[in-house]
């Protein structure tokens, strides 16, 4: 049974191993200066997030007509009123853009 507890460890240890290769190699972001760093798991998640919502902003918007400067028609999921944001600035307005 020790052999056996040994091998479970080391495979546990190395699944570890792997895991944590794999999530710091996720992290990486090249910043703007062109320098690769290492995101906290506090910017990941927040990276992640905004991916995530960007993607999902783009999924419910397919089909749709495309408006001006990036604009796509929402609709308030309180109101049921149309409303229109901007993704590349987070931009939102109740008028149609022009």
């Known amino acids: 049974t020790q052999v056996a507890d040994r091998r479970a460890a080391a495979a546990a240890a190395e ?27 506090e910017e990941a998640m927040a990276k992640e997030e905004a991916e995530e919502a960007a ?14 400067g990036g604009w796509v028609e929402m609709v308030d999921p309180e109101s049921g009123q149309p ?8 931009a939102t307005q109740w008028e149609a853009p022009n």
């Open 55 to 68: 993607e999902a902003v783009r999924q419910l918007n397919a089909g749709r007509e495309e408006l001006p």
């Open 15 to 41: 699944a570890a191993r792997s895991w944590l290769e794999a999530e710091a190699e996720r992290r990486k972001y090249e910043d703007s200066d062109g320098e690769e760093r290492v995101l906290s798991l």
């Open 83 to 90: 409303y229109y944001f901007r993704e590349v600035d987070g």
